[in-house]
């Protein structure tokens, strides 16, 4: 088995077993694996006779897993094996994705162990272990202070009176709502927005290669009541008469979502340009013109690699207009909506210590989230229950959002733009969280 089958085993074996689909094109399918672009076919780990109905079962963390399913599976799927391969062939690759890509099998390990826990077949796994597998940290909680004054400052009410800001900021949101039911013509305009700041502030530090990447080649598309706000799925399988890739990618977005337009420039600055889509296709790039291992093709949740993409998305706007800081921005309306985006980003980690570090109960974690970082309820409910209670997203990726925008805030405060700008984005080698470490400091 080749070192590209292992891998592929590897990640598509755990996105399978955790009920994910790698090609299905809606995030209502996908899991794990967030990508599949490399034109290289797919592994037994995703076309194993047993496969399609452990994912149409919902894998380990349905309420009831197909156990027969799921052990038929794993009796001809060696998971375990193939992440041992893995860290096998990458002791001859050099030290930057070496590291890399032990990372990310720290990562899978997890996730193989916290399945095994669901299923009945192994020890609970701690919160501190799952923690660290993907944002290279230990679990601590969120400190709100910083944002909820400078909020209170802006909406012009008492820092302390946590009430009356709740009170402010539920009134901002209704103020400034986004057009929702336009949100196809609304995408379209902020997306074209913000693609020419990323030209006039980014590109510039970028290399030519990339400088003719589409950043931005998505589709918005409604969906209503979903669990959660929205979902970029990244296809990337589309070809040109040439044979170089399109770089397509579509937006599923909660049309039930209460946003202020503020907020939807943060997450259309997120989820597109520069921050997802364009990291996505940047990879693809560096892939599709050998400068990249396979590793970048096959990108993924609850990794190391996906905290940087979150810090990444976290500050694109930031990046976007060429400052640090949100007080930097030119103006106060996007700096309350950047500050209440990242309030709730420090919720998303509040919910996960809370309920895996603290055990607190569901009602009591929604209450604080709603109260402390000032999320609608909507939020509130929803990253206190279906995101923060989920065995797996709620040990391992709600904690990856603050970790992920802490980290690159950071790097940026500390490098230039013309180093940190292309570690970012692979261009000096695919790094994720822990990793990017070893770029800036050569």
């Not at 901002?172 to 693609?195: E, Q, T």
């Not at 190391?304 to 993409?309: E, W």
């Not at 065995?391 to 733009?417: E, F, I, N, Q, S």
């Amino acid at each position: 088995m080749t070192f590209e089958e292992a891998l592929g085993n590897a990640i598509l074996g755990i996105d399978t077993l955790w009920g994910g689909d790698v090609m299905s094109a809606s995030g209502t399918g996908r899991f794990i694996a967030d990508s599949w672009f490399s034109d290289a076919p797919l592994p037994a780990a995703y076309t194993d006779a047993a496969a399609e109905r452990v994912r149409g079962s919902g894998g380990a963390g349905a309420k009831q897993p197909d156990t027969g399913a799921i052990g038929e599976y794993l009796s001809r799927v060696d998971i375990p094996g193939a992440m041992a391969q893995v860290r096998r062939a990458a002791e001859s690759f050099d030290p930057l994705r070496r590291e890399y890509l032990d990372g990310l099998v720290v990562c899978f390990e997890t996730m193989w162990d916290l399945a095994m826990e669901m299923l009945g077949r192994g020890a609970p796994v701690p919160y501190t272990r799952c923690v660290e597998a993907s944002t290279g940290r230990p679990p601590e909680p969120s400190d709100p202070a910083a944002h909820r004054d400078r909020l209170a400052e802006l909406l012009g009410v008492p820092a302390g009176d946590l009430a009356r800001l709740l009170e402010a900021s539920d009134a901002w949101r209704k103020l400034h709502r986004a057009p929702m039911a336009s949100v196809g013509l609304l995408g379209a305009a902020v997306i074209a927005l913000f693609d020419e700041l990323t030209v006039r502030h980014m590109l510039p530090h970028l290399p030519l290669e990339l400088h003719e990447v589409p950043r931005a080649n998505i589709e918005f598309l409604p969906i209503r009541d979903a669990w959660f706000s929205g979902s970029m799925n990244y296809l990337g399988r589309k070809r040109r008469p040439n044979g170089r890739p399109e770089y397509e990618a579509t937006y599923e977005i909660n049309a039930s979502l209460e946003i202020s337009l503020p907020e939807f420039f943060q997450l259309v600055s997120h989820e597109v340009v520069p921050g997802h889509v364009t990291t996505f296709a940047y990879l693809q790039n560096l892939f599709y013109r050998g400068k990249a291992g396979f590793e970048a093709s096959v990108l993924t949740m609850n990794t190391r690699a996906a905290t940087l993409f979150e810090g990444i998305a976290n500050n694109a706007i930031l990046m976007a207009y060429g400052v640090s800081e949100p007080a930097q921005l030119p103006d106060r309306d996007l700096e309350t909506g950047v500050l209440l985006a990242l309030l709730q980003d420090d919720a998303k980690n509040q919910s996960s210590y809370l309920t895996w570090g603290e055990g607190v109960a569901q009602p009591e974690v929604a209450a604080t989230l709603r109260r402390e970082f000032l999320v609608t309820a909507e939020r509130a409910d929803k990253l206190s229950g279906a995101w923060g209670r989920h065995p797996l997203l709620g040990r391992m990726y709600l904690p990856a959002y603050r970790a992920g925008t802490r980290k690159v805030a950071d790097l940026r405060r500390v490098h230039p733009a013309d180093r940190v700008i292309p570690a970012l984005y692979g261009a000096a080698g695919v790094v994720d969280i822990v990793t990017i470490d070893r770029v800036l400091a050569g």
